[in-house]
């Protein structure tokens, strides 16, 4: 396809999310409950064309595409469980209030403060088909209209949750099954295309790897798209002095359950005094997974995110340092500000860690794996947003994807 085939595949995957926006904005909490309820026994019902479509996609892939990703990428019965399994909760949480807040103002007025959807969203990200879902779920409870653009290893899994389950599911309880829009080529100019119309899909949410994800966030700005970007992860990993061994060894193995994903652990920081006793028993449970330990000196950096080197991903890096805060410090300073944690039974130590990093999210004797929606606030994820700005900050789910309004009128 030529660039002006993607651009005007975009825009009609637009102009058709658009059309049928209004259709989810004004549903019932209960047509929009139905809808997910039909949308997780979809997935379990229709899950031998989505499993078809998946294995397609694998058997697609070049010799040369990283393990990682492969499992990344990758469908069995287990996982589409567990994405009916997190849908169905979806559909049980309860829906944000319209009216936020309320304040009387002089002359009889009243003024409230609203949530309005956006309309229609935009999403571009990796190839993993669970995030198509997780995604067109959001947005269905968030009743926003969206746009979704996927890598093209997961064309084929997308095309069939889509067509199976996301677009079924709406039209069963009654709305506009062209609400969620999937972008139907591999071809990586979709992914500016996207970006592209902001009177079409004023905010996209991109997810992916650090350089393209940060690129895209340019191009949408000087196009006038506004960016929840998801661009750098790495977990970080203190061993404080007064670590417990057994727990430290716990909390490298749990951190480390899989490797392309942003919340692993990356960085591991060991205090000098327990440097001889705690590193051998790190390194222990990074041999058993077949993970290398990267010691000092860092040729690429601390802060290096091996989950995006692909090949490289079975790498942590590792290096002493003399206090908590100093752990803190190079967590803020050479690390994304994803996530950070300390192992310790020292509250005070603790303290002064957490108090001292300013990261998204912070763990004390906690895996930063839990840095996820799902486990954190009991809802599928959109993305991880670090920006150091007002706005949804961290997990973004669908309680973030709506506009402040203000209305004043008549007490």
């Given at each position: ?23 989810l ?7 929009l ?6 949308m ?25 595409f ?26 049980a949480?309860?829906?944000?209030e ?24 935009g ?40 067509d199976?389950?996301?677009a ?28 592209s119309?902001?009177?079409l899909?004023?905010l996209?949410?991109i ?15 000087a196009?006038?798209?506004r ?12 061993l ?8 430290a060894r716990?909390l490298?193995?749990?951190s480390l ?12 920081l ?5 440097w ?12 058993a997974?077949?993970?290398d330990?990267?010691?000092p000196?860092h040729?690429?950096?601390r802060g ?5 080197d692909?090949?490289?991903e ?8 003399a206090?908590?805060e100093?752990?803190?410090r ?10 950070a944690?300390?192992c310790?039974?020292d ?30 606030l ?9 920006d150091?700005?007002?706005?949804p ?6 309680r973030?994807l709506a ?9």
């Open positions: 396809m030529t660039e002006t085939d993607v651009m005007t595949l975009v825009g009609d995957a637009g102009r058709a999310a658009r059309a049928a926006a209004p259709s904005a004004a549903a019932s909490g209960a047509a409950t139905a809808a997910l309820d039909r997780a026994a979809l997935l379990r019902e229709r899950r031998e064309p989505v499993l078809a479509a998946n294995a397609a996609d694998i058997a697609a892939l070049d010799d040369a990283p393990e990682a990703m492969r499992d990344r990428l990758r469908l069995d019965a287990d996982r589409i469980a567990a994405m009916a399994g997190q849908i169905a909760t979806l559909a949480a309860e829906f944000p319209t009216v936020v807040a309320t304040r009387e103002l002089p002359g009889g007025l009243v003024l409230e403060e609203r949530r309005r959807p956006v309309g229609v969203i999403a571009n990200y990796e190839a993993r088909p669970n995030v198509t879902i997780d995604v067109a779920s959001q947005l269905v409870k968030s009743r926003n209209a969206g746009v979704l653009r996927t890598g093209g290893a997961a064309i084929r899994s997308a095309t069939a949750l889509m199976e389950v996301v079924p599911a709406l039209e069963h309880a009654g709305l506009d099954g062209r609400a969620i829009q999937l972008v139907r080529t591999a071809d990586r100019a979709a992914a500016r295309a996207l970006v119309h902001p009177a899909i004023p996209v949410i997810r992916g790897s650090g350089p393209t994800t940060r690129e895209l966030s340019a191009h949408g700005a196009h006038g798209v960016t929840l970007a998801h661009a750098d992860g790495g977990g970080v990993l203190y404080d002095a007064h670590a417990d061994a057994g727990m716990e490298v193995r749990t359950d899989r490797l392309g994903v942003c919340n692993r652990l990356n960085l591991l060991v205090h000098a005094d327990r001889d006793d705690l590193l051998p028993a790190a390194m222990d449970e990074l041999t997974l077949g993970i330990g990267v010691l000196p040729e690429r950096g290096f995110e091996w989950a995006l692909e090949g490289n079975a790498n942590v890096t590792i290096d002493r340092v206090s908590a100093e752990a803190a190079i967590a803020n300073d050479e690390t994304s500000g994803l996530a944690g300390i310790t039974s509250a005070a130590a603790a303290n002064r860690f957490l108090d001292a990093y300013a990261g998204t999210g912070a763990f004390w004797n906690a895996s930063t794996r839990l840095l996820d929606g799902f486990k954190l009991a809802a599928p994820e959109t993305g991880i947003n670090v150091h700005v007002p706005g900050r961290g997990p973004v789910t669908f973030d506009l402040r309004q203000f209305v004043v009128r008549p007490a």
